[in-house]
């Protein structure tokens, strides 16, 4: 999973890429096509994403 920051959510919710200025904390280290849970601000589940063959995070499911 992937805590965003109010930008990174606000990034999210519009299905964009997300950045590792997007994520607090280290950014998550998977394989590209893995699913990453997006967590916002508040702890809820915000979106679903999928990691991209140049390591960023795109939402593929958005929850709001």
Not at 29 to 41: E, K, Q, W
Request: net charge negative.
């Amino acid at each position: 999973a992937a805590r965003l920051t109010p930008q990174g959510a606000a990034r999210a919710a519009r299905g964009m890429e997300m950045h590792p200025a997007d994520v607090e904390g280290p950014f998550p280290a998977v394989s590209p096509a893995a699913h990453v849970r997006l967590i916002d601000p508040s702890g809820e589940l915000l979106a679903m994403a999928q990691v991209t063959a140049a390591g960023l995070l795109h939402p593929v499911v958005v929850l709001v």
